[in-house]
């Protein structure tokens, strides 16, 4: 199943990335999760929950502020490799990730 990606920047511009099962083949949930896990200690995001409980959605959203607007403006290597991995971590056929709300719908 492919995903359809939309990152809501801090400003409300939207970048909409569209996954096909072609993009996502070969990569399961672990996988993916096992990547957002490395890229969130190698970027050294923090987790935003007091007690430490680090959520798959505070990964996600932390590592989306890595970046700057401009990278999913003209997505980096980085920038499509983070929407393959979120898109498989959360196996739904839509994900939104809203930096300004910090929040992810699906």
């Known amino acids: 199943m492919g995903c359809h990606v939309t990152v809501v920047a801090d400003s ?14 070969g ?6 999760q096992d990547w957002l896990g490395r890229e969130f200690e190698a970027a050294g995001c923090v987790p ?18 890595t970046q700057t607007e401009a990278a999913y403006a003209n997505p980096t290597p980085w920038v499509g490799q983070f929407v393959r ?3 498989a971590a ?4 839509v994900l939104t990730i809203d930096l300004g709300a910090h929040s992810l719908g699906y």
């Open 90 to 93: 959360i196996g739904r056929a």
């Open 48 to 65: 935003t929950n007091p007690v430490g409980k680090l959520l798959l959605a505070d990964k996600i959203l932390c590592l989306a502020k």
């Open 12 to 25: 409300g511009e939207r970048y909409e990335f569209e996954l096909h099962d072609a993009d996502l083949a």
């Open 27 to 32: 990569l399961d949930a672990r996988q993916a």
């Open 85 to 87: 991995h979120a898109a």
